[in-house]
């Protein structure tokens, strides 16, 4: 059953495999041995779900859902003594598939650690037998992010999931913020603290323009909402690239002198605006004028640790 879930800022989170079809054809293995490499204390598989019938594309097949889940288990067990490996999957909320009681089921299987909720599409409200994607392009334009936002919402007053993946996400085909845009992420990050649900910050949606909504953040913030850090990596690279732009994107968003873990490694802002990075498991620390220096000065002082 999905309870409240808890992601030290110290694990690598929100990772797909190849069964995606948008991901590097890799076995999953591959991810937890970079990981390790990095340094960090767990790995957070949420690969993108299959819905029975295999509708909609961009996503596992519901035949391979089994074989995904024996993977990631088999893992767990093989590195438990070195890193926490925990399975999950990111799914859009469709109402249709509400109603056939297809989240419950997932919900029923304890294997599952989180279910991300992740809208990357949504029902049409006249009609669940049409999704956004069939929408034309105008439409699309106009209406897509009230769509993704709503369903957003109606997912997370659900209670059947336990993170909102890249809620800014919805307004990937917006030019410039507006008021109603204001309106409709006041609501989406009430609710979430209402059912105590962290929003993803995704670095992959750093990647594309009009992906990433700093105006949506500054409420977030301003509202004291549960945040965390997702790589959303469809490759073993993506991990190690990701997370690097991920310690200078959390010191700007949350201020000068905030603490915040990255992998293995705590970082620190100093007043000064310094950074200082320490290994979690070695304590050896390092300076830098940015993160990402005091994160390569740390790597350095490791190896030199290591040697000795
Ligand atoms: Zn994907
Ligand atoms: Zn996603």
């Known amino acids: 059953m999905i309870s409240k879930v808890s992601i030290p800022e110290t694990d690598l989170f929100h990772v797909h495999t190849y069964r995606c079809q948008h991901a590097d054809e890799v076995p999953d293995e591959d991810y937890v041995l970079k990981a390790l490499q990095m340094g960090a204390t767990g790995i957070w598989f949420t690969d993108h779900a299959p819905f029975p019938g295999d509708r909609f594309g961009n996503r596992m097949l519901y035949e391979e859902l089994d074989g995904y889940i024996r993977s990631v288990m088999s ?3 093989k590195y438990e003594d070195r890193i926490h490996i925990h399975l999950g999957l990111e799914i859009e909320y469709l109402p249709e598939y509400d ?3 297809y989240y419950d089921e997932l919900l029923n299987d304890d294997r599952f650690e989180v279910l991300m909720l992740g809208q990357h599409m949504a029902e049409d409200a006249d009609n669940p037998e ?3 994607f069939d929408w034309d392009k105008e439409r699309l334009k106009n209406e897509e992010y009230k769509a993704l936002m709503g369903a957003l919402i109606e997912g997370i007053c659900s209670g059947k999931f336990n993170v909102v ?4 996400r919805s307004f990937r085909r917006c030019k410039k913020w507006t008021d109603e845009m204001s309106n409709l992420s006041e609501t989406l990050i009430d609710k979430a603290k209402e059912h105590n ?3 993803e910050i995704n670095m992959h949606s750093l990647e594309d323009k009009h992906h990433f909504w ?3 953040w500054e409420i977030a913030k301003k509202k004291d909402s549960r945040i965390i850090i997702g790589l959303d990596a469809h490759s073993p690279e993506e991990l190690e690239k990701r997370r690097s732009k991920s310690i200078s994107i959390t010191s700007r968003l949350l201020g000068p002198e905030s603490i915040f873990n990255v ?3 705590v970082i620190t802002v100093k007043e000064d605006d310094t ?3 320490k290994d979690v498991r070695t304590r050896v620390s390092s300076q830098g004028n940015t993160a990402e220096e005091a994160l390569y000065n740390l790597r350095i002082a490791l190896e030199l640790y290591y040697e000795v």
């Open 275 to 277: 950074y200082i990075a």
């Open 130 to 132: 049409i999704h956004t």
């Open 214 to 216: 700093p105006e949506f």
């Open 263 to 265: 992998s293995g490694s």
């Open 165 to 168: 993946a890249h809620p800014d």
């Open 99 to 101: 109603r056939k009681g």
């Open 197 to 199: 649900m962290p929003l």
């Open 75 to 77: 893992l767990k067990e």
